[in-house]
């Protein structure tokens, strides 16, 4: 009987055994799996907005939000979740049951265009691009009277890329203890990135359409770089307002170049477009529509449009650029974007992601990554105030960086920090402090900024230190400023020089008081013994310092000596709108033989001293300024065209002066977008000299001897050429980008861009002034005169070219098409010009 019961329960163990054999698939099967998690770029560490999840071989997945997180659960049985997005290699990991952390860091893709399917009918995305279109008026923020809202911005800008050759550099092995944690910020199977600097800023964002006016009131900001101080004009730039794109535009303008919206009015020119799905957004059930570039070389993205079915407004976009697009040393640019609705039915950017990814310049360098991220709140429309209120482009607070407490940005921010973002302030303290480090940095500041700094005081511009001339030989310059830990009210100068052939001493001495920052308004005085070039203002190429260090090079004809006495007075009235009055006493001491009676009846002479008072007047309604510690900077004269309107009066007797007379001068400068044909850069200038002067203090046309393009000169006019008393003369440049070159197989691999250019002077000089120009100078011998224009005939020249050949290079073949008569008038050049373009 036992060993009956004993059998018994054996097979009564086997039958239970069999049962949970039976059951378990069936209750794993039955068990949830949930998957929580983040998809990041590998190479950047940045979130993936809009990327699809999956369980594998199911119809089970989801979008990761804005912040690349995503939560996906499922009763199937699966083994395995996949992550893809566009641009990137598709990743999948194993799953087990129950609830899991599982990330994904994605690698970007090879990129290949997207095969063209010819099929009948009509592409079912024109349909609802059409509809988009049509909407845009409705939807579009610039159709609001005014908005204006909360935003949080955070920047980063790593170094990334790093090759294991420049690991071997002496400054990377220094700190290669924190490029060891440095590993992780990006991710487990990521790349090491070198964190430079990261800001973080809250401001109210202020925009008024008619006029269009922004101004954005920085109330807090955070900053921590290397080489960077939490101040000045670094504050100015961690706003908001330098990184925001909107769609709705046709064209968008992005690091100088006019990239194509996929939504633009005629994109169907530029696009392929993909209807690919239908799905709810949020609470907006929206049509998802892939798109891609017609040619890789197209300033045009690749991505994903999200457009709401009831408004047809766009939801979301993921923008990429192509890596083979005609710009020079970037690898990507990307925008990723996330609007809301207002009540009055324009939609605003709710959240923005922007990504650019610098190139290694070469295998032993390393690359940049610059990251930005914003959030908007509390949004107000259709209010819009007075418009002095928009005076100031961009407004800090005072005590914008008092708040450093980790609580506080919390408090502003969507999300706190991750641990890795953490980590990225305790890195850059680590590595800003080490010595070499600081050398270094003290090293590009010199490069970038022209100066070294020794604390209050700062010894530049370090170009101009070596000349040499056909008049001072060897040139040695020394100058030094005093800068904003100096004083923030005064401003001291100091230049001089030294020339070894003429065996002079040249200097400089000035001051500037600023009495106000909040309306920039400054006074001060300079005195300077030095020489020059006939007709080279230093006004007029002011904005590039390496022309003018350029000029002091060569056989410097038409050269002279002055000593000048230079006090002015400025303020900045409104936004876009200022004046100068300044007073200047200067005199004339050629180093070439000329001649000029100081009237028709008078003895030639070849010397003069002269006074003026001129009154000038400026409006640039569209001009971007900021502070950058005692200086006022001009980044960009944006859409509209800026005005320069000068009267300048001449005293006779005043301070020895010799002359009386009156001048006139308007000089206009404008951007001009052109879309497909690119952009032109438009300066006209015009000039009325009422009085009869010796022709140095007529207007003398700057030509141009070397063989390098300069857009401030007439390329193929001598110098001193010309001289007039009534001209207008015009500079216009074109560029054309890619509109040729992007469309030839195979050239379109090189990335050169096609660019035209005109100069032109339509000017005369009165008979009386013409008398003034005499054929000798004071001791009989041969004078080198000036001529002018006759007969009405304008000075043209006309060029063409092809730059970025080799990324550097630029080559134009230039025109000259009057005066071809005049003593050694060149009628054609080809010049040769060095620049580093995007």
Same mark, same amino acid.
């Given at each position: ?152 911005? &955070? ?12 690991? %071997?550099?002496?400054?990377? %092995? ?82 100088? %170049? ?30 998802r529509i892939d798109y891609f570039p017609r040619s890789p070389a197209e300033l045009a993205f690749k991505g994903t449009i999200w457009i709401t079915k009831k408004e ?37 950017? /709710? ?80 590595? /800003? ?31 101009? *230190? ?21 004083? &923030? ?17 040249? +200097? ?7 009495? *106000?920052? %909040? ?73 070439? &033989? ?5 009237? *028709? ?133 074109? +560029? ?103």
């Open positions: 009987m036992k060993a009956q019961a004993m059998r018994a329960g054996i097979a009564g163990q086997k039958k239970l055994l069999s049962l949970v054999a039976w059951f378990f698939p069936l209750i794993t099967f039955c068990q949830e799996i949930e998957v929580k998690g983040k998809v990041t770029d590998a190479l950047t560490g940045e979130a993936i907005p809009f990327a699809n999840v999956v369980f594998k071989n199911t119809t089970t997945g989801v979008t990761t939000d804005f912040e690349g997180n995503f939560t996906l659960r499922t009763t199937e049985q699966v083994d395995s979740i996949m992550a893809t997005s566009i641009g990137y290699n598709p990743r999948t990991k194993r799953v087990n049951p129950g609830r899991q952390v599982i990330n994904f860091q994605l690698n970007e893709a090879v990129t290949s265009l997207k095969e063209l399917v010819i099929k009948s009918g009509e592409n079912p995305a024109y349909a609802i691009l059409r509809k988009v279109i049509q909407n845009k008026p409705l939807h579009d923020k610039r159709n609001l009277s005014a908005y204006e809202s909360d935003i949080y911005t &955070k920047t980063e800008i790593d170094i990334s890329q790093i090759s294991e050759k420049l690991r %071997k550099k002496k400054v990377m %092995k220094k700190i290669a203890q924190v490029l060891d944690s440095i590993d992780r910020v990006v991710g487990e199977d990521g790349k090491p990135i070198l964190p430079l600097a990261i800001t973080e800023s809250y401001s109210r964002l202020y925009y008024r359409t008619n006029p269009m006016l922004k101004s954005e009131n920085i109330i807090n900001t955070r900053i921590n770089g290397i080489g960077l101080n939490d101040g000045g004009s670094v504050n100015q730039l961690v706003g908001s307002s330098f990184q925001e794109y909107n769609f709705y535009q046709n064209w968008l303008p992005i690091l100088s %170049k006019n990239f194509v919206s996929p939504i633009a009015d005629g994109g169907r020119l530029y696009y392929e477009y993909d209807l690919t799905d239908s799905l709810y957004v949020g609470t907006d059930f929206c049509y047809y407004a766009l939801k979301q976009i993921d923008a990429a650029m192509d890596k083979r697009a005609n710009i020079n040393f970037i690898d990507k640019i990307q925008i990723q974007q996330e609007l809301m609705p207002t009540p009055v039915g324009a939609w605003l950017p /709710k959240k923005n992601r922007v990504l650019i990814n610098v190139s290694p310049l070469s295998k032993k360098s390393a690359g940049m990554i610059a990251k930005f991220y914003s959030s908007n709140k509390n949004v107000i429309t259709n209010q819009p105030h007075p418009l002095s209120f928009y005076d100031k482009r961009v407004l800090v607070e005072e005590n914008a960086s008092n708040h450093h407490d980790d609580r506080f940005w919390d408090s502003l921010r969507n999300e706190p920090l991750t641990r890795t973002e953490k980590n990225v302030y305790r890195m850059i303290d680590t590595v /800003k402090n080490l010595p070499i480090v600081r050398t270094y940095v003290d090293i590009f500041k010199v490069l970038v900024q022209g100066y070294y700094n020794f604390g209050s005081i700062e010894a530049g511009p370090y170009i101009n *230190s070596i000349a040499q001339n056909g008049v001072e030989g060897v040139r040695a310059q020394l100058g030094f400023r005093t800068n904003y830990n100096f004083s &923030k009210k005064m401003v001291y100068n100091a230049m001089g020089a030294y020339g070894f052939g003429d065996d002079r001493f040249k +200097y400089s001495l000035g001051v500037r008081r600023i009495i *106000s920052r %909040k309306h920039w308004t400054t006074v001060g005085v300079r005195f300077t013994h030095d020489i020059t070039r006939l007709g080279l203002d230093p006004e007029v190429v002011s904005n590039s310092p390496l022309y003018l260090a350029a000029a002091r090079w060569g056989k410097f004809i038409r050269a002279y000596y002055y000593d000048e006495m230079f006090a002015f007075a400025s303020r900045e009235f409104i936004r876009g709108f200022s004046g100068r009055v300044a007073l200047r006493s200067w005199s004339f001491n050629p180093t070439y &033989k000329i001649g000029f009676p100081y009237d *028709s009846t008078a003895p030639v002479l070849n010397r003069f001293k002269t006074t003026e008072v001129f009154l000038e007047a400026r409006y640039a309604p569209s001009e971007t300024i900021f502070q950058n510690g005692n200086e006022l900077v001009r980044i960009g004269r944006g859409r509209k065209p800026a005005f320069t309107l000068r009267y300048t009066h001449g005293f006779e007797g005043v301070f020895g002066s010799d002359f009386d007379y009156d001048k006139l001068m308007l000089n206009i400068d404008q951007r001009v977008n052109m879309g497909v044909l690119g952009n032109g850069v438009l300066s006209v200038r015009s000039e009325y000299i009422f009085d009869d002067l010796p022709y140095p203090l007529l207007t003398v046309h700057l030509g141009n001897r070397a063989h390098t393009y300069t857009p401030y000169t007439f390329n193929l006019m001598n110098y001193g050429e010309f001289a007039s008393d009534r001209s207008v003369s015009m500079h216009y440049r074109q +560029y054309f980008e890619g509109l040729l070159f992007n469309r030839i197989p195979l050239m379109n691999r090189l990335k050169w861009r096609l660019v035209g250019t005109a100069n032109l002077i339509y000017g005369s000089m009165r008979p009386s002034n013409q008398l003034l120009i005499s054929n000798y100078t004071p001791s009989g011998e041969p004078a080198l005169k000036t001529g002018y224009f006759t007969n009405g005939i304008p000075y043209v020249e006309l060029g063409y070219g092809v730059e970025n050949i080799l990324k550097l290079l630029r080559i134009d073949f230039v025109h000259r098409l009057t005066y071809l008569d005049n003593k050694y008038a060149r009628k054609f050049g080809i010049l040769f010009t060095v620049q580093f373009k995007l």
